[in-house]
Each structure stands twice: as C-alpha cells, then as structure tokens.
C-alpha cells in the first residue's frame, strides 16, 4: 500500500525558517519524480516544487523561488522542504504528493500545516 | 503561466441529479487536464487523469471531456458522498496551476 506521511509543520515567526518531510513507503521511491503541493486555510490547491527521480532537476512556483528547496534523500525514501525567509502567505497545509506519470497527483499525504505567525 | 477557470465557483444539487463543472484553461493544450475531489480536512483524490480517463476504483458516474482551452467534470447521479469541492488542474506546463474549486452543496 502506497502510503505518503508529512511532519515537520508547526507555527513559525516571519522571517523564519523550518523544514517538512514525507516518509515514502509502499513504492519504488527512486522511481517517481515528486511534488510538495500546499493548502491555504479556506483556500485552494497551489503546486509548489517538484522533484526529478534523481534530484538533478528542481522546479518551483515563482512565489517561493529562491526561499524553499525541496530535496530527497532515496536511500531513506524521504522528499523535504527546506523553507527560508517565511512568510504569512506562507501559512497553509503542506501535501506530499506522487505523480504518477505528467504531474497528475495519484497519492497524496494526510498533510501537514505551516502556520506563519508572531 | 496557465490560469485555471472554474465554474461555478459553487453549485447546490439534489441527489440523483446530473452536474456539470467547467474549467477553462488561459492557452491552448491537448488533454493534459486532471481532476480531483476534496473533502473537507482531507487530502485531493485523483479522479480523471489525461482529460477523461478514469482513475482505478473512481465509481463510472464521473466523466471528463474536452480538448484545447476548454473542458468539463460530469457526474451522471449524485451520489450523498459526491458532496464535495472539485479541482481541475493542468499538467502541461509548470507551474502546474489548479483552478479556484467549485463547492458542491446539497439542496
């Protein structure tokens, strides 16, 4: 069974920074290119980054570029957000997401929130 | 980047009833529209992939169409459990851009 599980959400000041995980099981993580998809509160859905099978190729939405960098470590099947110079905007539930082939989301995680806040 | 129309934004519907939702693309591309249902404090559940396929295990009462800038979510029969917010999203070109939902209400 494919599962995605999110951690790492919390509340943060702006300004600060904090890092997400997703623990991978049930699949051949190496094999799938990933995707960190967000969730503001009452709001829609956000594409956020995206991960070649090998991490050599990174894509992201222009509002988090050069903030947030999404890695992921196969060997521990594990994708990440690193996420810098937060901000209120910022503020949203954060999924783990499986494309199953062109960026269609087949699985996804429980979620986890982000709340940007002093 | 592609933006993502909805509409409605939101739609009240009887069980049994036949609905539809629109989603219209800002450029042109083939048939890479998906579409996706959310409950509330749940994650998106993928239901029709490449414009009008149907995700495994999706009932046969949901079907998609269309090509090019415009295209469409059915569900033949309302089901109690269809009650839900909708997403189209296009995976032609990133950003891979979500459209604004429509909220599907019970009457």
């Known amino acids: 069974e494919v599962q995605l599980v999110e951690s790492g959400g919390g509340l943060v000041q702006p300004g600060g920074s904090l890092r997400l995980s997703c623990a991978a099981s049930g699949f051949t993580f190496s094999s799938y290119w990933m995707t960190w998809v967000r969730q503001a509160p009452g709001k829609g859905l956000e594409w956020v980054a995206d991960i070649k099978q090998d991490g050599t190729q990174k894509k992201y939405v222009d509002s988090v570029k050069g903030r947030f960098t999404i890695s992921r470590d196969n060997t521990k099947n594990s994708l990440f957000l690193q996420m810098n110079s937060l901000r209120a905007e910022d503020t949203a539930v954060y999924y783990c997401a499986r494309p199953a082939g062109r960026e269609t989301f087949d699985y996804w995680g429980r979620g986890t929130l982000v709340t940007v806040s002093s | 980047d592609i933006q993502m129309t909805q509409s409605p934004s939101s739609l009240s519907a009887s069980v049994g009833d036949r609905i539809t939702i629109t989603c219209r693309a800002s450029q042109s591309f083939t048939n890479f529209l998906n579409w996706y249902q959310q409950k509330p404090g749940k994650a998106p559940k993928l239901l029709i992939y490449?414009?009008?396929s149907l995700q495994s295990g999706v009932p046969s009462r949901f079907s998609g169409s269309g090509s090019g800038t415009a295209f469409t979510l059915t569900i033949s029969s309302l089901q109690p459990e269809d009650f839900a917010t909708y997403y189209c999203?296009?995976?032609?070109?990133?950003?891979?851009?979500f459209g604004q939902g429509t909220k599907l209400e019970i009457k």
């Open positions: 999203q296009q995976s032609y070109s990133s950003p891979y851009t």
């Open positions: 490449d414009a009008s």
